[in-house]
Nanobody, 123 residues
Framework: QVQLVESGGGLVQAGGSLRLSCAAS????????MGWFRQAPGKERDFVAVISWSGLNQVYADSVKGRFAISRDNAKNTVYLQMNGLRPEDTAVYYC????????????????WGQGTQVTVSS
């Protein structure tokens, strides 16, 4: 089991940027696909982005493509989500999660989750 802790959330104005971090302990992340999801109040948990174990491949939700960038540093056991051009509709709790693979856009495919970090974008 991997323990994941997100950080970096906060309040930002529309058009601003935030960088989320997800630090892992317990096991090395290098064998896992790592994803970011988000959940707004009253809504389902939505896929945001995923990165392969090597970091060479990334997939993004259409809603964040071109604005967000996922990256990882396996030496630091950390995954990042750089968020630029933030919009009010990006407001949500952001979660990182780990999976060994398959159905990478589906939250139920992920077996380890962090506690989440709140991102609020004001208009």
């Amino acid at each position: 089991q991997v323990q994941l802790v997100e950080s970096g959330g906060g309040l930002v104005q529309a058009g601003g940027s935030l960088r989320l971090s997800c630090a892992a302990s317990g096991r090395t992340l290098s064998s896992y696909f790592m994803g970011w999801f988000r959940q707004a109040p009253g809504k389902e948990r939505d896929f945001v982005a995923v990165i392969s174990w090597s970091g060479l491949n990334q997939v993004y939700a259409d809603s964040v493509k071109g604005r967000f960038a996922i990256s990882r540093d396996n030496a630091k056991n950390t995954v990042y989500l750089q968020m630029n051009g933030l919009r009010p509709e990006d407001t949500a709790v952001y979660y990182c999660a780990a999976t060994i693979g398959e159905n990478l856009r589906e939250f139920w495919s992920y077996h380890d989750w962090g506690q989440g970090t709140q991102v609020t974008v004001s208009s």
